[in-house]
């Protein structure tokens, strides 16, 4: 399984430039996600890759080849798209077997194919059906089958799983990232949905405005987010702003403008500079009474409040800043407007300007 | 890189046939109503020149001119559509209302009796009505025209207002009885300004489908009403240059017709023009 | 007095007609008497001859007078709808698939043809496929006719070319607005495990539109078996179509025997694409639109 390469892929329409000088690698085997909101680009890139868009500029590799100006029914790709596209007029066995006829593979291997491959995705014994007389799901598979069944060199998928009820995404989730393992095949999957990309992927790479705003494994990205737009986009995060007072081994001191303290670990950078401080509910702990200490306690005031069944989604006024944070349910009873909060250092993101 | 260029000439060779037998009827028709001398094998006429138009619309006289003026029979030709569109859209409206909107006893039979003169040949009928128009002493008469007219027409008439009136929801009747509106008062107020365009299309293609009607006409009018269709069909008999200006005349309703109505387009319905 | 009003109107309203029969009573009495009623004419008429009216004796003089036109009008018929159906799908499945302007641009230009009355095609016609009329001028100029002995076209070449002319881009549009349904994702589909242009159309297009194609097809049948004007313009030479039989029949024997025989002949033969169609459009009516 070669892997996939995009060198300074652009791609305009009309004015508006969807992507935009993008380069990026996809190792072989691995599974890489593009995630963005609407309008970032991911799906052109990938349609890019599939063939169905020719970039205006750059270059795009499978494997040794140079496929840029390729056609699709060429590259050898499995693409798995958004509303399934089951031919309606052919029956699930047509549907994977189609491919299969044009590559004048021989009656009886074109049968064990299909069967071995409804086998991957647990759709045995529905050949006959037609797309029409399955569910959203079961669509899915078949979708999925048809791609797999030429066993591609790359396979593509163009948010799957988004036309699916939330249980069976989360379910089919796990299904596809399975399969792309047990197959070993490099995978490029679109998506919005961060927790779908955090559960499939090797890596993700953030897009923005047609270019990559950050790639790493899920890890990195939801840790060590490396601008504002990547650490909101991935969970949940308040931000405070503000600059570098003081510096002691990896101990450094942040001044918010309405005079704050904040104490975070970060290294690399100078007095003065510049940073914005991004908070994740984990890092946030409510208090009811104020501390004996005051190492980076605060005094909030509860502005809002949701019941989510298993935490209360907070929000709270901590000097200027709306900091959001949650809390075990249990304490519901002795909630009060006027708390305190208590910020971890070692799970602040540091974001320097 | 030959392959690619020999797909490309393949391609303009056959979009150039193409366009070629489009046009090439309608250029001939052209250039036989401004030609005065053409002889073969010249490819364009040696003289050419606006008499036979002159003729044709009665601003001079040549006898050496093989054209006769067309003002009787348009007058006819527009007699008989006005009447025709009239008393066909007086029809076709209720008739419409009535299938778009109600559940009928038999809605089956009455679709079949308006859905039968498109697929079965109406020659046949033009021909059995002529002893039975000679015995009322309709034949040879405009009423008579009129009548065959109306018919030819109802069908057209009544599917594209059936379908502009299904076109608008419903629910939006409703909403006006439910603020205090009669079925009338509905039907006025509501329905027919929103599927006035529709039913506007349903007029105008009515009354181009009475301009340019022949073979009733012909089998019925004979011999003494001449519509300019009639009159187009026995000049081609014997001048080219009349007969292509007549053409011409036709032409320009159909056109007039089909730029109008890009938006409001029914396939099967209007491409039942002109049997 | 005020019960004896709502005692009438009680009485009324069981006996009048309901609303809507009413609304389609003067069409449907128009369409009965003007249309159903010489149609039944036209059968009865067929087996009369004289005092007998049971006779197949107009059907057996028909046959021996006119069997040459009517094998004619079938052949014409079949050909001719064949013919619209293969090009005027290839131009519409084109225009779909190709990107090009030019595509577009012929598939739209041709639609002109559609709301031209086959009264005009006829003089058009005439005028461009004479002996010495504007086609056979070109090709001469291209030395492909020798103008002392050009192509002959008032016979069943130039009818189905007047056909065709029409039906072509009839066949293309009713075709295309099915097409544009066809959601580009199962295009592509097809694209991504390796299909070309060809098996994209023969096996994805195509199979996704059957009705539409039958339909076309069925009305392009009947239209071409139908039409009385374009053979009667367009024909001079033996054979032609049973239209033109039927009209002489009429305008010079005034045989209505014979004439009717062969208009039920007509009917019988666009009656099974006409069932057909009627059926499925019935149905369609009745149960969704």
């Not at chain 1, 900091?323 to 305190?340: E, F, M, Y």
């Not at chain 3, 809507?20 to 059968?43: G, K, M």
Request: proline share 5%; glycine share 6%; aromatic share 10%.
């Amino acid at each position: 399984m070669p892997q996939v390469k995009l060198l300074d892929v652009t791609k305009h329409y009309g004015k508006v430039t969807a992507v935009d000088h993008l380069s990026l690698t996809i190792e072989d085997q691995e599974m890489v996600t593009l995630l963005g909101p609407s309008g970032c680009g991911k799906t052109t890139t990938l349609r890019c890759i599939a063939g169905f868009i020719v970039p205006d500029a750059g270059h795009i590799f499978i494997g040794d080849q140079d496929v840029t100006y390729v056609p699709p029914e060429r590259r050898d790709i499995g693409f798995v798209f958004q509303n399934f596209a089951l031919w309606p007029h052919m029956t699930v066995y047509q549907n994977l077997a189609f491919g299969l006829r044009l590559r004048r593979l021989r009656r009886d291997e074109i049968k064990a194919r299909v069967h071995e491959t409804l086998a991957l995705v647990r759709m045995t014994g529905l050949e006959d059906r037609y797309p029409r007389q399955l569910s959203g799901g079961q669509q899915q598979r078949v979708a999925l089958a048809r791609a797999l069944v030429l066993h591609p060199r790359v396979l593509l998928l163009d948010e799957p799983l988004s036309n699916l009820d939330a249980k069976l995404r989360e379910e089919m989730r796990f299904e596809i990232r399975e399969l792309q393992r047990k197959l070993k095949i490099t995978a490029v999957y679109v998506t919005h949905d961060q927790a779908e990309a955090l559960v499939l992927s090797d890596r993700i790479a953030i897009l923005n405005r047609g270019h990559i705003e950050q790639i790493g494994t899920p890890q990195e990205i939801y840790q060590r987010p490396k601008s504002q737009f990547v650490a909101s986009f991935v969970g949940l995060c308040s931000f405070v702003e503000g600059y570098v007072e003081g510096t002691s081994a990896e101990r450094v001191l942040v001044r918010t403008e309405d005079g704050l303290a904040i104490e975070v670990i970060a290294e690399g950078l100078s007095q003065g500079q510049a940073v914005t401080l991004a908070l994740r509910p984990e890092s946030v702990e409510v208090l009811w009474t104020k501390p004996a200490h005051n190492k980076n306690v605060f005094p909030a005031e509860l502005t809002r409040f949701a019941y989510l069944g298993e935490t209360l989604d907070c929000w709270l006024k901590v000097g200027k800043w709306d900091i959001r944070a949650h809390l075990p349910v249990p304490q519901i009873q002795t909630l009060s407007s006027q708390l305190w909060v208590q910020l971890n250092p070692e799970r602040i993101i540091v974001i320097p300007h | 890189m030959g392959i690619k260029c020999f797909k490309l000439i393949f391609k303009v060779f056959i979009a150039a046939l193409f366009l070629f037998i489009l046009i090439g009827p309608l250029s001939s028709v052209v250039l036989w109503s401004i030609a005065i001398k053409w002889y073969w094998p010249h490819v364009l006429p040696q003289e050419i020149g606006l008499a036979y138009w002159k003729q044709a619309l009665g601003l001079q006289r040549d006898w050496a001119i093989a054209a006769v003026s067309i003002w009787d029979a348009f007058k006819a030709s527009m007699i008989v559509a006005v009447v025709a569109t009239i008393v066909t859209m007086a029809l076709a409206i209720p008739a419409a209302y009535a299938l778009a909107r109600f559940h009928l006893p038999f809605k089956a039979l009455f679709l079949l009796l308006f859905l039968m003169p498109k697929v079965f040949p109406q020659q046949p009928i033009f021909v059995n009505l002529l002893p039975v128009f000679t015995r009322w002493g309709l034949a040879g008469t405009l009423p008579g025209v009129m009548l065959i007219h109306i018919l030819v027409c109802l069908l057209f008439g009544t599917w594209i207002s059936t379908s502009a009136f299904k076109a608008i929801p419903e629910s939006l009747e409703e909403a006006a009885r439910s603020v205090g509106a009669t079925k009338w008062q509905a039907f006025w107020r509501i329905l027919m300004p929103l599927a006035a365009p529709g039913l506007l299309v349903s007029t105008v293609f009515v009354f181009v489908t009475s301009l340019t009607e022949f073979t009733g006409t012909f089998f019925l009018g004979l011999p003494f009403v001449t519509t300019l269709p009639m009159l187009l069909y026995s000049a081609s008999g014997y001048n080219m240059q009349f007969a292509s200006v007549l053409a011409l005349v036709l032409l320009v309703p159909s056109l007039l017709f089909m730029i109008m109505t890009e938006r409001i387009f029914r396939p099967e319905y209007l491409g039942s023009v002109g049997r | 007095m005020r019960s004896g009003r709502s005692e009438a109107k009680r009485k009324g309203g069981g006996a009048s007609l309901p609303l809507p029969l009413l609304l389609l009573l003067p069409a449907t009495s128009f369409i009965l008497v003007l249309y159903i009623y010489p149609l039944v004419l036209s059968i009865t008429r067929s087996f009369t001859l004289g005092p007998e009216s049971l006779t197949l004796a107009n059907y057996a003089k028909a046959w021996a007078l006119y069997k040459k036109d009517i094998i004619f009008t079938i052949e014409v018929a079949f050909l001719g709808t064949l013919l619209a159906i293969i090009l005027g799908l290839a131009l519409a499945c084109y225009a779909r698939i190709s990107r090009s302007r030019v595509a577009h641009f012929v598939n739209s230009l041709s639609r002109l043809t559609i709301f031209l009355p086959y009264v005009i095609v006829g003089q058009m016609m005439r005028s461009f496929l004479a002996p010495h009329g504007f086609l056979n001028i070109i090709l001469a100029n291209m030395k492909l006719v020798d103008l002392d002995s050009p192509i002959q076209f008032f016979n069943i070449r130039g009818l189905l070319l007047g056909f065709l002319w029409k039906e072509i881009p009839f066949v293309s549009f009713l075709v295309s607005s099915s097409l544009q349904v066809i959601d580009d994702c199962y295009l592509e589909a097809a694209r991504s495990v390796g299909a070309k242009t060809r098996h994209v159309v023969l096996n994805i297009l195509i199979p996704m539109i059957k009705p539409t194609i039958i339909i076309a097809g069925v009305l392009t049948f009947c239209t071409i078996v139908s039409t009385f004007t374009l053979p009667y313009m367009l024909v001079t030479e033996s054979p032609t179509m049973v239209t033109v039989d039927i009209a002489h029949r009429v305008t010079y024997f005034r045989d209505y025997g014979v004439a009717n025989a062969l208009g039920v002949l007509l009917y019988l033969l666009a009656a099974p694409m006409a069932v057909y169609y009627l059926r499925r459009m019935v149905r369609e009516k009745i149960y969704g639109y």
